[in-house]
């Protein structure tokens, strides 16, 4: 095939840590990129050549934004859905597709889609309040504890609640939202396919991800995850899986429930670059970023196989500073060959705010496991001005 870079333009609508890392890894195929976000100082703006201020729900600001795009693409999925449509009629090449943007963004939709189509997933109910989520306590449709999680906007941990009591009844989530019964998980997992228009495609080996006991938020991830064998074989199928039936284009992230039974769960998905891929950025892979700029350009997929394992590390803002982001540790762990870190350019910070991540590559797992604590007890990110 003959590559021409310069002939057509990729829109991306988000302009975060994602759309930052996106940008930078398609400085290296020369793609002419352009980021649309409603913030003037969003982490892309300071490496993109093309950056426009506009509203993800306003469809004029996306209309206007896609002109001269022949693609279009996505790094977070809370966008008005109805101007990839309208624009996937105006032949733009729409990646991930609206269609199936339609169920990602609904948590309802999501677990009614794996169900339909033969996959495990946890119990669930719809509930649209305190009255039906009481209703069905009292029928012991489900019991204490289980989880609510809001059925649009969440992420970063944000709108999921684990309920352990009655107490907890007296502060829960509002809006249209599910409940699930609570896995008995040994671990949870990610597994990222990237999957192109002709339907081919390529896996990354599965994650295990440990979570920060009060944000539902990433703290450390190993790959390849700590499971024997044979479920990390059916955890990548069951994402091929997925992403075949979805036929979508670009990025798919599973994550899944190995439980104490030995059975595996779906628990959510997601049509974008995802946290639990960043360490492909530096275990010898073919990125996640990079492939699905591959995929959406038609280039041909690259190598998921790491050159060894690695542990991920977010890098998030400390308990009690809120204000201008200062990092300390910084001199410290720089000189480790094996540490790599990645700041996202957010000049502001916040208590669990990601502000950026730290990968650690090498050979023995259980001395990076030690590397990766001392990093994280190290690298801090703070304020001038303790809040």
């Known amino acids: ?16 840590q994602l759309g930052k890392m996106m940008a930078m890894e398609a400085m290296r195929l020369d793609l002419n990129m352009k980021f649309l976000d409603p913030m003037i100082d969003a982490p892309v703006s300071g490496v993109c050549s093309q950056f426009v201020l506009g509203d993800f729900y306003r469809k004029d600001d996306i209309i206007n934004f896609a002109e001269g795009c022949k693609v279009l693409t ?18 733009v090449n729409v990646y991930p597709q609206a269609s199936i943007l339609r169920i990602v963004v609904d948590k309802l939709k999501q677990k009614e889609y794996f169900l339909a189509a033969g996959y495990d997933s946890a119990p669930f109910f719809p509930v649209n309040g305190t009255a039906d989520i009481n209703t069905l306590l009292e029928s012991s449709l489900i019991q204490f504890p289980f989880v609510q999680k809001k059925r649009q906007g969440g ?15 007296q502060d829960l989530l509002e809006g249209p939202c599910i409940v699930e019964a609570i896995a008995q998980i040994v671990t ?9 228009a002709l339907g081919r495609q390529v896996v990354y080996e ?22 024997p064998p044979d479920f990390a074989h059916q955890a990548k199928a069951i994402a091929l ?13 599973v994550e899944m429930f190995w439980n104490k ?8 998905i997601a049509l974008r670059p995802h946290n639990s891929g960043h360490h492909t950025l530096d275990d010898g892979s073919v990125s996640q970023f990079e ?27 400390s308990e009690g500073h809120t204000g201008l982001a200062q990092y300390i540790g910084m001199d410290e762990v720089m000189i480790d060959p094996h540490v790599h870190i990645h700041l996202y350019g957010k000049t502001h910070t916040k208590p669990h705010r990601k502000m950026g991540h730290v990968t650690i590559t090498g050979t023995d797992l259980a001395a990076m496991k030690s590397k990766a604590h001392w990093v994280k007890q190290t690298l801090r990110v703070i304020s001038s001005e303790s809040s």
């Open 261 to 268: 039974d030995s059975s595996i769960w779906i628990n959510e």
């Open 241 to 253: 899986s997925l992403s075949a039936k979805l036929e979508h284009v670009g990025l798919l992230a």
């Open 291 to 317: 492939n699905h700029l591959r995929a959406i350009c038609g280039l041909p997929l690259g190598s998921t196989e790491a050159s060894g394992p690695s542990i991920m590390i977010n890098l998030l803002g």
């Open 206 to 227: 599965p994650v295990s991800m440990d979570f920060h006991p009060e944000e539902n938020m990433v703290e450390y991830l190993v790959c390849p995850a700590e499971l």
């Open 188 to 196: 949870e997992i990610s597994v990222i396919v990237c999957r192109d």
């Open 74 to 91: 996505i790094e977070r999925e809370d966008i008005l859905l109805e101007a990839l449509e309208d624009l996937e009629r105006r032949a």
């Open 1 to 16: 095939m003959v590559f021409s870079p310069s002939i057509f333009t990729i829109g991306v609508l988000g302009g975060g």
């Open 155 to 169: 992420f970063d941990g944000r709108g999921v609640k684990i309920v352990r009591s009655e107490e907890d009844l």
